[in-house]
């Protein structure tokens, strides 16, 4: 079946540094993508959403890309803070809507400092 | 801001015995979802459900039930838990039509001796 996967499973960073995560999917008919953040111990958190009619999209601190051409996602974090270290999560849907998720595994972000 | 409950954070249930975890979300949403998570698998659904009574089979349903006698709480059922069902349990909930996110609860996290 259709999965959505991450290139790097692990990422270090240095606190103040832009982190950049990672996401391919392979359902070319997925049209909403969503990025959760996973801390321990807790349940996941949505972050930031984008439809496929975007590119791009930006949050507080965070912004999302979609390149559809070659089925990449990515969630870049601005001044990476300690409070940022988690697993993050993509997921995608091809319905348009969040009631029918594909999960990726997951990358886990490390900040140093 | 809206609250997703799960009765246990943690528990430790003997093979054979019949298991019930409990979620509760108090933002009157119409669907609710059952995932496990698992190490390098991410997220998988097991069952959902888009209304009172209703219920839908998910990508792993087998030695699983739901049951959603009310519109809050969406409760997974082993009848027999088994050693692989040993993992961490999330519950979600969304609008009808599913144009906002999925909020997660905190997991409960099994152990199957």
């Known amino acids: 079946g259709e999965s959505v996967g991450l290139h790097l499973p692990t990422l270090s960073v240095q606190e103040g540094d832009n982190s950049i995560i990672n996401c391919a999917y392979s359902n070319s008919a997925s049209d909403y993508f969503i990025w959760y953040k996973q801390e321990s111990g807790k349940g996941p958190q949505f972050i930031i959403d984008i439809r496929s009619n975007m590119d ?11 390149n559809k051409t070659v089925k990449h996602l990515s969630l870049q974090i601005a001044a990476t803070q300690p409070g940022d270290s988690a697993v993050y999560f993509c997921a995608e849907s091809n319905t348009g809507t969040a009631s029918k998720l594909t999960f990726g595994t997951g990358t886990r972000l490390q900040v140093t400092l | ?97 599913g144009q906002e996110t999925q909020y997660f609860g905190p997991g409960t996290r099994l152990l199957v001796l």
């Open chain 1, 56 to 66: 791009k999209r930006q949050g507080q601190r965070v912004t999302v890309l979609l």
């Open chain 2, 1 to 97: 801001d809206v609250k997703v409950t799960q009765s246990s954070r943690y528990l430790v249930k003997r093979t054979g015995e019949k298991v019930f975890l409990e979620c509760v979300q108090d933002m009157d949403h119409e669907n609710m979802f059952w995932y496990r998570q698992d190490p390098g698998l991410g997220l998988r659904l097991i069952y959902f459900s888009y209304d009172v009574k209703m219920k839908e089979k998910g990508d792993i349903p087998e030695g699983y039930s739901v049951s959603r006698e009310k519109k809050e709480r969406f409760s997974l059922i082993l009848e027999s838990a088994s050693t692989n069902q040993t993992s961490m349990y999330l519950c979600a909930s969304n609008e009808s039509g």
